[in-house]
């Protein structure tokens, strides 16, 4: 049994359908990735999950409880650790008093830890915060009952980098310790750096769920050749070969229309059948690189899957 | 159990200190002001002079004695109206206001029902209706005395006991407005004009043939004339007022737990 499992969840809005028959699963002790632009519905989802909203069809089961069980769903969120997009607290509280609040009611067995990693100044009222202290603040509160699974929208918006990266720490270190955990981001290098399985919406509708290593070799490599002399342009004209750009500086000579001494393309084929094609010319620079995440995502967003 | 009316009866503390302030401040002003009106004047004409329909809306009996001028200057214009107001106000940002500012989500993220937390947070209005109805009634009685009146002890008590029912009934209605509406300003503005609308109601229809819309008003089963004047206590109407109180609480609850938020 998976730790989340969306069974065709949809949440239309008459003007807008912010979830469309929407299903994956989220397994026990992995890291879920929900990635998309701001606007596709990826609160939508974590708001029915969360029993905020009710959906407008399909259900989901956090933890083996049905979202539309209303008792079984609260009963579930001792086990369930929540931070919103847009955190927010009393203002006029300080820091312990919105500890000690949630820790009456779920239990706080790691508060201090946390407060450790995260420090937020507790003394004082929230009002006074900054977003950052807001944020860390809402990470003791979604982390102190020990859950078994947390639900993060946007965690990392108002971190700075150095708590960003002792949270990606601590976020790894809990799912060593089978804690699963499902996170929204329309931040691409977060993900990658912490996910074991993306999922991508866009307007509403899931468009593909990948291990993260499948994603990368789906977006291929970009590749970038720099010869000293000029190479025929159909030595790269190839399947697999996408977005190719040539060029021929000046101070070479070669014709521009067949031929190139500079070239960048994305390759999603076999890389040793590209190097075995190159003519044995001299080269001045050849890299391959793994391409940006934030290509693999305009692929899907500019709907064309098979690039 | 429990934790968040703690929470917000603590957060309330603070401002129940300065409401006890100023309505025992009113009171004071009230029963010192009472020698040198009855001095000046007859009591009796200052009643005449009111115009009909404020002595309607007021249920001004008489100006003629201490209980009499009390119960319309300080029970029935700084309790049923102004007080009835402030609870029904207050009431209306239960709910909204935490929708408002983005924080119910952060709220219901905590294993906690929605009626539950309605109802907890509503029993925190307790803090300031009892705050003022503990202190305001010790500085009548003791003011009553230092002007050399004497008011009936038991009488004064009882009618700051009936006058819970009927603040709890006004916060009732701010509770339904606070889940009706996701903007704590207008939940606020709402139950401000309903609670003073059927207030309006309550009084200016009385003896015509509408009259029987008041039924539905709280002012109608609270009647501080009654118990000052005629020692009269109105324990029917406190029942219905906490009948009221718990239809609106259900309503909210009902209203909350289904809804969008």
């Given at each position: ?307 | ?238 029942a219905i007022l906490i009948g009221m109180m718990s239809i609106l609480i259900i309503v909210s609850q009902l209203w909350f737990v289904q809804r969008d938020l």
């Amino acid at each position: 049994m998976g730790a989340i499992e969306l069974d065709g969840l949809t949440k239309d809005y008459g003007d807008v359908l912010a979830n469309d028959d929407v299903s994956f699963s989220v397994e026990t002790g992995e890291i879920f990735g929900y990635l998309g632009p701001n606007g596709a519905g990826k609160t939508t989802t974590i708001r029915m999950l969360l029993g905020f909203i009710n959906p407008t069809a399909g259900t989901a089961r956090v933890l083996g409880n049905d979202i539309r069980d209303r008792k079984a769903l609260i009963e579930a969120k001792h086990r369930i650790g929540h931070l919103s997009d847009d955190q927010a607290f009393d203002e006029q509280a300080t820091g312990t008093e919105i500890l000690d609040l949630h820790a009456a009611v779920k239990g706080d067995e790691r508060r201090a830890e946390l407060l450790d990693l995260f420090d937020p100044p507790l003394d004082r009222q929230v009002r006074d915060y900054s977003s950052g202290n807001v944020q860390k603040l809402g990470l003791v509160t979604t982390f102190m009952h020990d859950p078994d699974l947390v639900i993060l929208d946007e965690p990392t918006g108002g971190l700075d980098p150095l708590v960003k990266h002792r949270f990606a720490e601590f976020l790894r270190a809990e799912r060593e310790r089978g804690v699963t955990v499902f996170f929204s981001s329309h931040i691409l290098s977060e993900v990658r750096r912490l996910c074991d399985r993306v999922g991508i919406i866009r307007d509403g509708r899931l468009v593909t769920v990948d291990p993260i290593e499948t994603l990368l070799s789906r977006s291929g490599k970009v590749v970038r050749i720099n010869s000293a002399g000029p190479i025929p342009t159909e030595f790269v004209d190839i399947d697999g070969v996408h977005d190719l750009e040539t060029s021929v500086p000046d101070g070479h000579v070669a014709d521009p229309d067949t031929e190139f001494t500079e070239c960048t393309f994305t390759f999603t084929g076999d890389i040793n059948a590209l190097l075995a094609r190159l003519p044995d010319h001299e080269m001045v620079d050849v890299s391959i690189e793994e391409a940006p995440l934030e290509d693999v995502f305009l692929r899907f967003y500019g709907g064309d899957e098979d690039a | 159990m429990l934790e968040f009316a703690r929470y917000d009866a603590a957060k309330r503390i603070k401002g129940s200190v300065y409401l006890a302030v100023g309505m025992s401040l009113l009171a004071t002003f009230a029963v010192w002001a009472y020698p040198s009106y009855s001095e000046a004047m007859d009591m009796e004409q200052l009643r005449e002079a009111f115009p009909e329909p404020m002595i309607q809306a007021f249920n001004i009996q008489t100006m003629a004695s201490l209980e009499g001028f009390l119960a319309v200057e300080l029970y029935m214009f700084g309790w049923v109206i102004l007080l009835g107001l402030y609870i029904a106000y207050s009431a209306a940002s239960i709910i909204a206001d935490d929708i408002d500012r983005g924080r119910m989500d952060t709220l219901l993220s905590m294993p906690v029902s929605r009626p539950r937390l309605a109802l907890e947070r509503f029993a925190a209005l307790g803090v300031p209706i009892l705050a003022v109805n503990v202190v305001t009634p010790v500085v009548v009685l003791v003011s009553a005395d230092l002007i050399g009146e004497s008011l009936a002890v038991v009488d004064v008590v009882a009618l700051h006991l009936l006058s819970i029912p009927y603040l709890f009934a006004c916060g009732g209605i701010g509770l339904v407005a606070s889940v009706l509406f996701d903007r704590a300003s207008i939940a606020q503005r709402v139950a401000l004009g309903v609670t003073f609308g059927i207030y309006l109601v309550e009084s200016l229809l009385t003896g015509t043939d509408y009259e029987g819309l008041g039924a539905i008003a709280p002012m109608r089963y609270f009647n501080p004339n009654e118990v000052l004047i005629n020692g009269t206590y109105d324990l029917v109407g406190a029942a219905i007022l906490i009948g009221m109180m718990s239809i609106l609480i259900i309503v909210s609850q009902l209203w909350f737990v289904q809804r969008d938020l």
